[in-house]
């Protein structure tokens, strides 16, 4: 069996709503709007059916909810997309066995009664966050709270990298061209998110969070010694803001804490960056994803396969380490 953990939905009610709220949703619009796969079941099912036992844990796509919506306006299309996607996982549990919740964190309040419903009453398996909030970074104070709830319940946090073409490369162009936004901008995203998170001393107050990069832990495993160096000498460089002393609060060297990520081998089917990856994480945290519609499926189980892992570890990455993040039998 191959539990695929990272897939995403666009339930068509859900998908209405948004965008009748927020008609203009640009590049990231044009994006999901050609992806027919997302609304489309029949289509999605008859490529499923190609793979053989292979499941599908189901999220949205982007746009972030707080990209696009007042307050009021998320927590709606929040409550419609869990609704739907619970109904997905009672309707197909073969195809889908389990969904992870969407929230509007622009309002913490009603994320949390929202996270709540999702989790207890619809059986949601964990809750998706993005790489900002509205521009606001998740080591902001006013989101520990879904940090601290998800640690509680011991469910994993999904986090998904966000970036718009609104964000320049450069300083004198006033948009990021060429769609570097998303190929360069979401792992560089996920990784500024991750050091943000473990230098705020997230694993220290909330030992055993769990929570799963997309894509493979975005840059950092491929430049761990660049972070570990980087730590090695954070505070020595910097006059406007003490680091050091955020430093000295870790109770462990911090390439510890990033190896306490898991990441998903949603990586397009190159086998390379598969193998460091599983190297930096280790099996026991990593988990396969194909980030499905968005990317191949055949291609993420083919690099896999080429990677000619033991059976066991083969095993952990496929379902196991999934049924442990998510305390689920799949099969």
Do not use: W
């Given at each position: 069996m191959i539990v695929d953990i990272y897939t995403h939905i666009f339930p068509r009610v859900a998908y209405e709503k948004m965008t009748a709220m927020s008609p203009d949703l640009g590049n990231i619009g044009k994006r999901i709007a050609n992806l027919q796969f997302?609304?489309?079941?029949?289509?999605?099912?008859?490529?499923?059916?190609?793979?053989?036992?292979?499941?599908?844990?189901?999220?949205?796509?982007?746009?972030?909810?707080?990209?696009?919506?007042?307050?009021?306006?998320?927590?709606?299309?929040?409550?419609?997309?869990?609704?739907?996607?619970a109904e997905l996982v009672r309707k197909y549990p073969d195809r889908f066995p389990a969904f992870v919740a969407a929230v509007a964190m622009h309002d913490m309040d009603g994320t949390l009664r929202e996270l709540d419903r999702a989790i207890n009453d619809l059986g949601a398996k964990g809750v998706q966050v993005f790489t900002d909030v509205a521009g606001r970074p998740l080591d902001d104070p006013a989101y520990d709270p879904i940090f601290e709830a998800m640690w509680k319940y011991g469910l994993p946090v999904w986090l998904h990298p966000v970036r718009?073409?609104?964000?320049a490369d450069y300083r004198t162009e006033q948009l990021s061209r060429f769609e570097t936004w998303t190929i360069m901008g979401w792992p560089y995203a996920t990784s500024v998110a991750m050091i943000r998170l473990v230098i705020t001393g997230l694993f220290d107050r909330y030992p055993g969070i769990k929570i799963?990069?997309?894509?493979?832990?975005?840059?950092?495993?491929?430049?761990?010694?660049?972070?570990?160096?980087?730590?090695?000498?954070?505070?020595?460089?910097?006059?406007?803001?003490?680091?050091?002393?955020?430093?000295?609060?870790?109770?462990?060297?911090?390439?510890?804490?990033?190896?306490?990520?898991?990441?998903?081998?949603?990586?397009?089917?190159?086998?390379?960056?598969?193998?460091?990856?599983?190297?930096?994480?280790?099996?026991?945290?990593?988990?396969?994803?194909?980030?499905?519609?968005?990317?191949?499926?055949?291609?993420?189980?083919?690099?896999?396969?080429?990677?000619?892992?033991?059976?066991?570890?083969?095993?952990?990455?496929?379902?196991?380490?999934?049924?442990?993040?998510?305390?689920t039998r799949f099969g």
């Open positions: 997302l609304h489309d079941l029949d289509g999605r099912f008859r490529e499923m059916d190609a793979f053989g036992d292979y499941r599908q844990i189901i999220s949205l796509p982007n746009p972030p909810l707080e990209d696009v919506t007042t307050p009021e306006q998320g927590l709606e299309i929040a409550k419609v997309a869990n609704d739907a996607m718009t073409s609104k964000m799963i990069t997309h894509h493979l832990g975005g840059n950092i495993p491929y430049h761990e010694g660049r972070v570990e160096n980087a730590f090695a000498v954070m505070g020595r460089r910097t006059a406007d803001e003490d680091y050091l002393s955020l430093k000295n609060a870790l109770k462990r060297p911090a390439i510890d804490y990033f190896r306490m990520f898991y990441g998903d081998t949603a990586m397009h089917g190159a086998v390379a960056p598969l193998r460091c990856g599983i190297e930096f994480f280790t099996p026991n945290n990593v988990v396969f994803a194909s980030d499905a519609p968005f990317a191949s499926i055949g291609k993420c189980i083919a690099a896999v396969e080429r990677l000619e892992l033991e059976r066991v570890t083969e095993h952990k990455i496929h379902q196991g380490n999934a049924e442990k993040l998510m305390k």
